[in-house]
């Protein structure tokens, strides 16, 4: 137990560093599902990792110690208590973490819900703030206030049905739901919370951009939705910083990107070597453990 | 990427496109007045046949004009529902863990920059 334990803890990052760069190249649909999916596999490897560490404290347990046939055998033995102990801090904080994550993203969404009853899968709320959200549910409506509707014409009010139709389509919830979690249990991983978040931006704007079939018009109406929140007021939005609402637009008067799977090396790589180390630690760990009882 | 084929719009749709614009606009419409801002290749009866239905799901409200009706939304709904999207949206946090959002926020750096992208 040695390497192998530790590795899925740091694995994390070079996905961090990446993350940015990844997003602002290629199809946002094949990035944004190629991040979270490697999003998932580390914080799950580094989460197992954090178990197998914490385990090694079982030997120090009295009741356990008296059962030691073999006293002078620790269990795995090159992890020092200390090392072992911050583990299960880790774990029991990112279990915290997990657990408040997912329940303020089902109370929101629930909430979100029983704001009305949809009609043809809409529910209008009388508000000036300019809001649209897409309220993910089994079928999911579009939640829109009446500042939004009256600050758009009728073309750019199109890409927002279309952009929030886009999210409800293709579950764009879900795949946030899975980073948050990722984030929640291995916070190395906020970055690509955050990336994710941005990427299914970018994804509804070009699923937008292509039912209207006009790009410029989708990149207006995101920037004079984005510029309406400037000032004194209520903040439309949230979830991200202003600066993607950019990138968002820019994109959006560039050409529309080509699909590259090759981009897609770096998070699989990765994932493959989350899952070797992970499965090496296992098997050193099994085989400690037997020797010990 | 669109799962629409062009021209045609998904169920509902349509809908919400006549829903948004009796929002979006401050005064009662006509269905000329949809047909002509909605545009495209939509039949006056189609948009006559989705104000009545919208009419008998009580969602707008009409009255006599001329020999026609104009028609507004009705407010209570969107009046409820507004009281409970902001207290769903009350606390900051919240709104982190609420999906899309069709913009952020910005500052004013971000809101030059976008001004300066959107001139032609």
């Not at chain 1, 961090?16 to 290629?26: N, P, Q, V």
């Not at chain 1, 004194?232 to 994109?251: E, F, I, S, T």
């Amino acid at each position: 137990m040695n390497v192998a334990i530790y590795l899925p803890l740091l694995l994390a990052l070079p996905l961090t560093l990446t993350a940015g760069w990844l997003a602002a190249r290629g199809t946002p649909g094949l990035i944004a599902r190629g991040l979270t999916g490697s999003a998932f596999v580390a914080a799950v490897s580094s989460t197992w990792s954090l178990v197998l560490l914490a385990l090694t404290l079982l030997d120090d347990l009295p009741p356990l110690s008296a059962l030691d046939d073999h006293p002078t055998l620790e269990l795995p033995e090159p992890v020092p208590g200390p090392v072992a102990l911050i583990a299960a801090l880790l774990l029991a904080w990112g279990a915290v973490r997990l657990v408040r994550d997912i329940h303020l993203r089902t109370s929101t969404h629930r909430r979100l819900r029983a704001a009305g009853t949809p009609q043809d899968g809409l529910v209008v709320a009388d508000w000036s703030a300019p809001l649209a959200v897409a309220v993910p549910g089994r079928p999911g409506h579009l939640l829109v206030t009446s500042g939004i509707l009256r600050l758009l014409d009728t073309d750019e009010r199109r890409v927002l049905f279309a952009h929030e139709h886009a999210h409800l389509a293709h579950r764009h919830h879900r795949l946030v739901a899975l980073t948050g979690a990722a984030a929640a249990l291995n916070p190395l991983l906020i970055p690509v919370r955050t990336t994710v978040a941005y990427l299914v931006e970018r994804w509804a704007d070009e699923d937008a951009a292509a039912v209207v079939g006009d790009r410029e018009l989708t990149a207006k109406a995101v920037a004079r939705a984005a510029l309406a929140t400037v000032g004194p007021g209520p903040k439309a939005a949230l979830g991200m910083h202003g600066g993607a609402v950019v990138n968002r637009v820019r994109a959006l008067i560039a050409p529309s990107p080509e699909p590259r799977r090759g981009r897609l090396l770096g998070p699989s790589l990765l994932v493959a070597g989350c899952l070797g180390a992970t499965a090496v630690a296992t098997a050193e760990f099994v085989a400690l453990a037997r020797a010990w009882l | 990427m669109g799962n629409t084929p062009a021209g045609r719009r998904a169920r509902g749709s349509l809908e919400s496109e006549v829903m948004g614009l009796l929002w979006g606009r401050s005064e009662p419409l006509t269905a000329a007045d949809v047909q002509s801002a909605i545009g495209g290749d939509l039949a006056y009866n189609t948009v006559q046949t989705i104000l009545i239905r919208l009419h008998e799901k009580n969602l707008v409200n009409r009255r006599k004009a001329g020999r026609g009706h104009v028609y507004w939304p009705v407010e209570d709904a969107a009046t409820t529902a507004a009281k409970r999207m902001r207290a769903a949206l009350a606390d900051p946090v919240d709104r982190h863990a609420v999906l899309q959002q069709f913009a952020a926020s910005l500052d004013e750096d971000d809101a030059a920059t976008l001004r300066r992208l959107l001139q032609p």
